[in-house]
């Protein structure tokens, strides 16, 4: 087959898609502004792995940890059939692709989907439509994603460069958590002790805890580069429950893009990156010839058990003599720093391109309002109650407790029957308080729903979240399916609309957004993708205990404003 080659570019694109070997043999066709469909087999299946002293048995796709990169351009048609040959229930969510038309191939267990039941398997079909950058994909059910994660990668269409200096060579960093335990059971005993998680094993980046972890001195990940070169690095959090700081020893950073967004560029000696984003970063080998230890850590404003021991991985400059005994050690922010997150978020600026242009609506016709938070509930009679004062750990939005149905909403909206849901979620929380200040405990109870927000097909939506002391402030990385948004604000305390300083010319282009602990963030978006679509918590256990909600956009007037009917292979409940 001819492959036509007509920039470097392309040239590197296809030695990636060698390197990996994740795109099969019928992919590598001539790439031009054409779309491309790209076909993809992912197996879900058991793989023996020993880290952290211990052997056991992990569920992969394909056998990798992390899984395969899906690489493709702005345009493409990707097709993943994903087959389940383990004992779990599997979904597969592809994270801050926006569905565009496409909701049913979004992924969430039983929300626009019933699971991947064991020995079944479904064809996923969607369109990279006007998105570019970096991505990724994993499991949506229980606590899968841990280790069913991957990397997607989208190139811009042929002859449409970068807003930078085309790099050297591009790597990928996936910065994940790892427990040696059965993750599903570890959420299954979590929530029935109506406590909190066990903190992670190990951070890891790229699978790989690093050395300073029992068993661990040869499993690191090492990145070598040559000197005076530059590197885009594609970073990648698919961890759980923690949010972490990366850095790397000696050498700054300069950011480049978010979530699939350009962004103006700016220097860095760290960055903050929380569970649900990407960062694309552009690395400069400028320092001496030797070895850099890059790392990540945790941040967590909580007052909550977690593991402060860093991943490390290895810069390793090529000619090098220096042993590993004497490798550059590196500096992390203090897992408590919220001052530099809220630094590095207040640098974050859209750059506009000729072919991605900002968009902010300017005018809202919906205008919302929600609390986020942890709450605390009574404990019920012979429950285990491991929460303080006796209680049992929930969370919400609104003060309403998400509860999870048997039959996916989207296929009882779309059929409009057998209703799994009620279309009432507030726009505003029940009750007004200090949302920031001291809280008695009997407030911080919740009620529990499956109830979703319906909205108009292309109206304009303001969105403020605002986190809660309910039981602990903290940072929550909030992500919404099927759309990017425009963070127009964040500040810290309570909202207050008339001294809060909005952005509505070039804010970040986002589809996670971290609420600061103790604050508030502030999003627009135009509603103009129907279907239904989740919006969660990215720290996991909090989704377990109900930080979640939906939203349903209703199908325009036009016959091009109707989502399609469902696939045939539709997984049943």
Same mark, same amino acid.
């Given at each position: 087959?001819?492959?036509?080659?007509?920039?470097?570019?392309?040239?590197?694109?296809?030695?990636?898609?060698?390197?990996?070997?994740?795109?099969?043999?019928?992919?590598?066709?001539?790439?031009?502004?054409?779309?491309?469909?790209?076909?993809?087999?992912?197996?879900?299946?058991?793989?023996?792995?020993?880290?952290?002293? %211990?052997?056991?048995?992990?569920?992969?796709?394909?056998?990798?940890?992390?899984?395969?990169?899906?690489?493709?351009?702005?345009?493409?048609?990707?097709?993943?059939?994903?087959?389940?040959?383990?004992?779990?229930?599997?979904?597969?969510? *592809?994270? +801050?692709?926006?569905?565009?038309?496409?909701? *049913?191939?979004?992924?969430?267990?039983?929300?626009?989907?019933?699971?991947?039941?064991?020995?079944?398997?479904?064809?996923?079909?969607?369109?990279?439509?006007?998105?570019?950058?970096?991505?990724?994909?994993?499991?949506?059910?229980?606590?899968?994603?841990?280790?069913v994660h991957g990397a997607i990668v989208i190139y811009p269409?042929?002859?449409?460069?970068?807003?930078?200096?085309?790099?050297?060579?591009?790597?990928?960093?996936?910065?994940?958590?790892?427990?040696?335990?059965?993750?599903?059971?570890?959420?299954?005993?979590?929530?029935?002790?109506?406590?909190?998680?066990?903190? =992670?094993?190990?951070?890891?980046?790229?699978?790989? &805890?690093?050395?300073?972890?029992?068993?661990?001195?040869?499993?690191?990940?090492?990145?070598?580069?040559?000197?005076?070169?530059?590197?885009?690095?594609?970073?990648?959090?698919?961890?759980?429950?923690?949010?972490?700081?990366?850095?790397?020893?000696?050498?700054?950073?300069?950011?480049?893009?978010?979530?699939?967004?350009?962004?103006?560029?700016?220097?860095?000696? =760290?960055?903050?990156?929380?569970?649900?984003?990407?960062?694309?970063?552009?690395?400069?080998?400028?320092?001496?010839?030797?070895?850099?230890?890059?790392?990540?850590?945790?941040?967590t404003p909580a007052n909550i058990p977690f593991n402060n021991?860093?991943?490390?991985?290895?810069?390793?400059?090529?000619?090098?003599?220096?042993?590993?005994?004497?490798?550059?050690?590196?500096?992390?922010?203090?897992?408590?720093?919220?001052?530099?997150?809220?630094?590095?978020?207040?640098?974050?600026?859209?750059?506009?391109?000729?072919? =991605?242009?900002?968009?902010?609506?300017?005018?809202?016709?919906?205008?919302?309002?929600?609390?986020?938070?942890?709450?605390?509930?009574?404990?019920? %009679? +012979?429950?285990?109650?491991?929460?303080?004062?006796?209680?049992?750990?929930?969370?919400?939005?609104?003060?309403?407790?998400?509860?999870?149905?048997?039959?996916?909403?989207?296929?009882?909206?779309?059929?409009?029957?057998?209703?799994?849901? =009620? &279309?009432?979620?507030?726009?505003?929380?029940?009750?007004?308080?200090?949302?920031?200040?001291?809280?008695?405990?009997?407030?911080?109870?919740?009620?529990?729903?499956?109830?979703?927000?319906?909205?108009?097909?292309?109206?304009?939506?303001?969105?403020?979240?605002?986190?809660?002391?309910?039981?602990?402030?903290?940072?929550?990385?909030?992500?919404?399916?099927?759309?990017?948004?425009?963070?127009?604000?964040?500040?810290?305390?309570?909202?207050?609309?008339?001294?809060?300083?909005?952005?509505?010319?070039?804010?970040?282009?986002?589809?996670?957004?971290?609420?600061?602990?103790?604050?508030?963030?502030?999003?627009?978006?135009?509603?103009?993708?129907?279907?239904? *679509?989740?919006?969660?918590?990215?720290?996991?256990?909090?989704?377990?205990?109900?930080?979640?909600?939906?939203?349903?956009?209703?199908?325009?007037?036009?016959?091009?404003?109707?989502?399609?009917?469902?696939?045939?292979?539709?997984?049943?409940?």
């Amino acid at each position: 087959m001819t492959i036509s080659l007509k920039d470097s570019r392309n040239i590197q694109y296809l030695i990636l898609v060698n390197l990996i070997g994740s795109i099969i043999v019928s992919e590598l066709a001539s790439i031009s502004n054409a779309s491309t469909t790209r076909y993809y087999d992912f197996k879900v299946e058991y793989k023996s792995i020993t880290k952290l002293c %211990k052997s056991r048995k992990i569920v992969t796709v394909n056998g990798q940890y992390p899984g395969p990169t899906i690489y493709a351009q702005e345009g493409d048609r990707i097709i993943v059939k994903v087959s389940n040959g383990v004992g779990y229930n599997v979904t597969i969510h *592809w994270h +801050g692709v926006r569905q565009h038309f496409s909701c *049913w191939f979004d992924g969430p267990a039983y929300i626009t989907q019933c699971p991947i039941q064991s020995g079944k398997s479904f064809t996923y079909e969607f369109t990279l439509y006007q998105q570019k950058g970096t991505l990724f994909w994993h499991a949506h059910i229980s606590w899968l994603r841990a280790t069913v994660h991957g990397a997607i990668v989208i190139y811009p269409m042929t002859g449409v460069p970068y807003p930078f200096a085309f790099p050297y060579e591009e790597h990928v960093l996936i910065i994940g958590e790892y427990w040696n335990s059965d993750v599903e059971a570890l959420e299954r005993r979590t929530l029935a002790s109506g406590g909190g998680p066990p903190p =992670s094993q190990a951070y890891t980046i790229n699978g790989h &805890p690093g050395p300073l972890y029992n068993c661990s001195s040869t499993d690191v990940f090492v990145l070598n580069v040559k000197h005076g070169k530059t590197y885009l690095l594609r970073i990648i959090n698919a961890g759980m429950n923690i949010e972490n700081f990366f850095a790397i020893a000696d050498h700054n950073l300069t950011v480049v893009a978010v979530d699939g967004s350009y962004t103006k560029p700016f220097r860095t000696s =760290s960055l903050i990156i929380t569970p649900g984003q990407t960062t694309d970063v552009l690395l400069t080998a400028s320092h001496s010839i030797k070895k850099y230890y890059m790392g990540v850590g945790p941040y967590t404003p909580a007052n909550i058990p977690f593991n402060n021991v860093p991943a490390l991985a290895i810069l390793n400059y090529e000619g090098s003599s220096s042993p590993f005994t004497t490798i550059a050690m590196l500096s992390l922010p203090r897992a408590n720093d919220s001052m530099t997150l809220l630094k590095f978020t207040g640098k974050l600026r859209t750059l506009p391109t000729p072919d =991605s242009i900002i968009n902010v609506p300017q005018t809202i016709d919906r205008n919302l309002f929600f609390t986020v938070g942890l709450n605390q509930e009574a404990c019920g %009679k +012979g429950q285990i109650c491991k929460a303080p004062n006796h209680t049992r750990f929930s969370a919400s939005m609104n003060n309403i407790t998400f509860q999870r149905p048997s039959l996916a909403i989207l296929q009882s909206y779309y059929y409009s029957s057998n209703r799994s849901y =009620s &279309p009432d979620f507030p726009d505003n929380p029940p009750h007004a308080f200090d949302y920031t200040g001291t809280t008695q405990l009997h407030a911080a109870q919740s009620s529990i729903g499956t109830r979703v927000s319906v909205l108009s097909f292309n109206s304009k939506v303001q969105l403020v979240l605002q986190d809660t002391s309910l039981t602990s402030v903290e940072n929550h990385p909030i992500h919404l399916h099927g759309y990017s948004f425009y963070v127009v604000g964040f500040g810290l305390g309570n909202f207050n609309p008339s001294t809060a300083k909005f952005n509505l010319v070039d804010p970040p282009f986002r589809n996670t957004i971290g609420v600061p602990a103790g604050g508030w963030a502030a999003i627009r978006f135009t509603a103009n993708n129907p279907g239904v *679509w989740f919006m969660h918590c990215h720290l996991e256990i909090h989704t377990s205990w109900g930080l979640s909600m939906a939203f349903i956009v209703k199908n325009g007037d036009k016959h091009t404003e109707v989502l399609p009917g469902p696939p045939a292979d539709l997984p049943k409940c």
